[in-house]
């Protein structure tokens, strides 16, 4: 109990008005500066890595490669709108699906239509099946 009236002693006197105030200040001053930027990050690559949250595979003609990549939620991906290749770094990347033949296993560009065939080996797929991992 005496501890408690040592502390209410301290934060009513000189000093602790003092440090308390200052330490209010900082902290309204943090919020108003928070605001004021729109949050710790912004619309910084970090917090665009953060919104990744749609992976899609990919293929790329101008390299010929394909992969997986991930894109942000709002991005479209689409053959008439492609996203940059990560391997080239061309702005040619489209659609692309796996092949699931097990000696094939590549990536062939997406097709228009209700079936797709693998530029590779041929095997046809219907547009349901594409892409069920």
């Known amino acids: 109990m005496a501890m408690e009236g ?22 309204v001053g943090t919020a108003v500066t ?32 394909g992969g997986e990549i991930a894109l942000a ?15 080239c770094r061309k702005k040619t990347a489209v659609p692309g699906f796996l092949c699931e033949n097990p000696r094939c296993k590549k990536i062939s560009r997406s097709a228009e239509g209700a079936v797709y065939h693998c530029e590779h080996c041929g095997q046809r797929y219907r547009r349901m099946m594409v892409n069920r991992r």
């Not at 709002?74 to 391997?87: G, I, K, L, Q």
């Open 34 to 65: 928070l605001l004021i930027r729109g949050g710790w990050g912004g619309n910084s690559a970090a917090e665009r890595i953060r919104k990744l949250d749609q992976r899609y595979d990919y293929y790329c003609p101008s390299c010929k490669t």
């Open 73 to 87: 939620h709002d991005d479209t991906f689409t053959a008439s709108a492609p996203t940059e290749c990560p391997n």
């Open 6 to 27: 040592g502390i209410r002693e301290w934060a009513n006197g000189p000093t602790g008005k003092w440090l308390i105030g200052v330490a209010c200040l900082l902290a």
